[in-house]
């Protein structure tokens, strides 16, 4: 079902605001395709990564504008151009010709989806490469799991948001680390961040969260 929006900061489905879709002639209303939004949101939650939707929405004028032709998915709100930070359009075509039944191409720099199921290839698509987009979802676990993994041993490691707080607990005292060194994780790190900042100098409570996560205290 296609969805009239004039709302610009309205929520639709789990990543995306209707702004995001907006003719960009600036057109107040909005024409969604709620079968869209969730294609949308199933290629965000696979890949992982953020959808940067290029251009959604066309008023008739603007596609004129552009160049679309005169019976453009895009006038009906049932298409979109997008990015995949980091994923070549190819693989996003890929993923999306092998796990929904939609139409999809790709360009140079951006692939084209649209909610037809009576076309599979982008009228256009002259030529269908096959590209590997599992490849893209495993870095991307890999990349978390190194992330969680990490222990920052010294405070020049310690990521700039948390590196003025652990250095005034080490010149307290107060984390004196491992023989190894700090030996502070990522979600250590968040943690402690979050508590110092309610606690603010609360000592007590500080020297109890290092404690808790297993570091040695004075």
Do not use: W
Not at 6 to 32: C, M
Not at 52 to 71: E, F, L, P
Not at 175 to 202: F, P, Q
Request: with cysteine; glycine share 6%.
């Amino acid at each position: 079902m296609v969805s009239t929006f004039t709302n610009l900061d309205y929520q639709v489905g789990k990543y995306f605001k209707v702004r995001e879709f907006q003719s960009k002639d600036g057109y107040p209303t909005v024409l969604i395709d709620d079968n869209l939004v969730d294609l949308l949101d199933q290629i965000r939650e696979y890949f992982g990564k953020p959808v940067v939707i290029t251009s959604g929405y066309r008023t008739k004028s603007h596609n004129a504008a552009v160049g679309g032709v005169s019976n453009s998915q895009h006038t009906l709100g049932k298409a979109a151009d997008i990015q995949v930070t980091g994923v070549p359009p190819a693989a996003v075509q890929t993923y999306v010709y092998d796990h929904s039944k939609y139409t999809v191409g790709t360009y140079t720099t951006f692939t084209h989806v649209d909610t037809r199921t009576t076309v599979k290839l982008f009228p256009g698509n002259t030529e269908f490469v096959r590209t590997n987009y599992e490849k893209y979802k495993a870095e991307e676990i890999k990349e978390e799991t190194e992330m969680a993994e990490k222990r920052y041993q010294k405070l020049e490691e310690i990521p700039d948001y948390a590196k003025e707080i652990i250095e005034d607990l080490i010149k307290s005292d107060i984390i004196k680390g491992t023989g190894e060194g700090l030996n502070l994780t990522e979600d250590m790190l968040r943690v402690i961040v979050i508590c110092y900042r309610m606690a603010l100098t609360n000592a007590n409570n500080i020297y109890q969260l290092a404690k808790t996560l297993g570091g040695e205290t004075k």
